[in-house]
């Protein structure tokens, strides 16, 4: 029944935009973008944070006005000394998600001893702000990094786009090691699997395809996380699920290809999600 509903209502949607479109289209336009930039979900109240991220320290950062939130958890002390080399872990979560999500991944994450932090990507989480993009979510990235220097980046979803983003536009990064989780590649993808949802017109579709290309300055068909990787030099584990059914798995063996020094793994039944026991053992294996 909530399937049949959100048919209709983004079908609702979509026509009412293309309407628009005739008789307005520079506001056609931006409330298309602005819906395709909206999560509508994943966003927290301080005062409800899951128990997960109030027992980690928080740390504010602000990016073009707009200020987001680190969770950090420290290595357990032993006496006067850490159990780390001080090396810093970082997890960047995906579309309609917030911190919280790395809860089980953390359990496997936490006995390694390093220093690890999560981070709301923009308009998630307890991030200010109303629109999500990856070079926004990348300059989050960027500003952790700089401070904190993590040697392992951690992304899933469109958080792993968002870490291959960060890579292209920052060569000399402190980052050796990055795991990408059910990672979309093609920004095209993305955006024509967003216009077919809403059976959007052509006026609307070439009209937000020329404003991506003004605001991102990139070309679309060079908008990909898979081209970006063929100059990485880091190391990378690259797992998609055979069933992931919001982020195929073409795009996970696009990372791999292209990735010269990659590990690429195919799990069976965990969907898009990726939470999984033995995932996680080869993810710590892997750090």
Not at 6 to 11: E, H, N, R, S
Not at 163 to 178: A, C, Q
Not at 187 to 193: C, E, L, M
Request: hydrophobic letters at 35%.
């Amino acid at each position: 029944m909530q399937k049949i509903q959100l048919f209709i209502l983004t079908k609702s949607i979509g026509a009412y935009l293309n309407l628009m479109s005739y008789v307005n289209p520079e506001n056609a336009k931006m409330k298309a973008y602005r819906l395709f930039t909206q999560p509508r979900k994943g966003q927290l109240k301080k005062e409800e944070l899951p128990k997960i991220l109030r027992n980690a320290t928080i740390e504010t950062f602000e990016y073009n006005n707009e200020k987001f939130p680190a969770y950090i958890w420290e290595p357990t002390k032993t006496g006067q000394h850490t159990t780390n080399n001080q090396e810093t872990i970082l997890l960047i979560h995906g579309w309609e998600s917030n911190a919280s999500r790395w809860k089980k991944l953390l359990q496997h994450l936490k006995p390694l001893g390093k220093t690890i932090i999560a981070l709301d990507g923009p308009a998630h989480g307890l991030s200010e702000g109303t629109e999500f993009g990856t070079p926004k979510y990348a300059e989050f990235i960027n500003l952790v990094v700089q401070k904190y220097q993590p040697k392992t980046l951690i992304g899933h979803s469109i958080g792993g786009a968002a870490i291959s983003y960060y890579l292209n536009k920052n060569k000399n990064t402190p980052v050796e090691k990055v795991i990408m989780l059910g990672a979309p590649s093609d920004f095209r993808i993305v955006s024509d699997n967003f216009i077919n949802m809403l059976s959007l017109n052509k006026r609307v579709k070439s009209q937000l395809e020329d404003y991506f290309v003004q605001k991102f300055q990139i070309d679309l068909d060079d908008f990909s996380g898979h081209k970006f990787a063929q100059n990485f030099t880091q190391k990378a584990l690259i797992a998609h699920d055979l069933e992931d059914d919001v982020v195929l798995i073409d795009e996970g063996r696009k990372y791999a290809k292209a990735w010269k020094n990659s590990i690429f793994i195919e799990t069976t039944g965990l969907g898009h999600s990726m939470h999984d026991t033995e995932l996680y053992q080869k993810i710590t294996h892997f750090i």
